[in-house]
C-alpha cells in the first residue's frame, strides 16, 4: 500500500450493488463511463464507494473502500445471468474484482450536494480527506 496508489471513487446508488460489493467483491462501470478515468492494462489500485440518500444515515459520504485485484471487460448478461432479456445484456463493463470491504477510520463527508459520478484521488487524500471536495486531483467549480 502506497500513498500514491490511484483510488477511484465510485458511487454506490442502490442497497443491490452494496450486496454484490460486500458479498461477491466485485463493482461493475459501464465501459463507456470507466474509460475516460483507467483501463485494463492501468486500473486503479483502490475503490472507494460514495453512498447516496438510499443509505440513511451513511448517505452523502465516503465509508468503504476495497482494493482492486482483477478487472476485466465482461458483457452485462455475465454479470447477472437472470437478466437474460434486459436489453443492455450485450453493454460491455469493467468488473472490479475487490478485496473484502473495508471501512475508513473516519467517514468522508460531502458537505455541499454535488453530483458525483466517479472521482479519481490517491490514497494518501483518501486517508486524509475530511470532506469529498478535498480528494479531487483538479479544482473543480464552486
Known amino acids: 500500500m502506497s500513498s500514491c496508489d ?3 471513487v465510485a458511487i454506490l446508488n ?3 450493488d452494496m450486496d454484490i460489493v ?3 467483491h466485485w463493482y461493475r462501470i459501464p465501459l463507456d463511463k470507466g474509460a475516460k ?3 485494463v ?4 489500485q483502490w475503490l472507494a464507494f460514495y453512498q447516496t440518500k438510499v443509505f440513511g444515515q451513511e448517505a452523502f459520504a465516503i465509508h468503504y473502500f476495497a482494493q482492486v485485484k482483477q478487472v476485466e471487460q465482461v458483457p452485462r448478461s455475465s454479470l447477472f445471468a437472470d437478466e437474460a432479456t434486459h436489453p443492455d445484456r450485450h453493454k460491455l463493463y469493467y468488473k472490479l474484482e475487490l478485496s473484502t470491504l473495508q471501512r475508513l477510520p ?5 458537505s455541499r450536494l454535488r453530483r458525483i459520478t466517479f472521482i479519481l ?4 487524500r483518501l486517508q486524509t480527506a475530511t470532506d469529498v471536495s478535498e ?3 483538479i479544482a473543480q467549480p464552486s
Open 6 to 8: 490511484r483510488v477511484l
Open 37 to 39: 478515468f483507467f483501463s
Open 121 to 124: 484521488t490517491t490514497l494518501e
Open 22 to 24: 460486500r458479498i461477491q
Open 41 to 44: 492494462e492501468r486500473p486503479p
Open 14 to 16: 442502490n442497497p443491490k
Open 106 to 110: 473516519r467517514p468522508i463527508p460531502s
Open 135 to 137: 480528494l479531487f486531483l
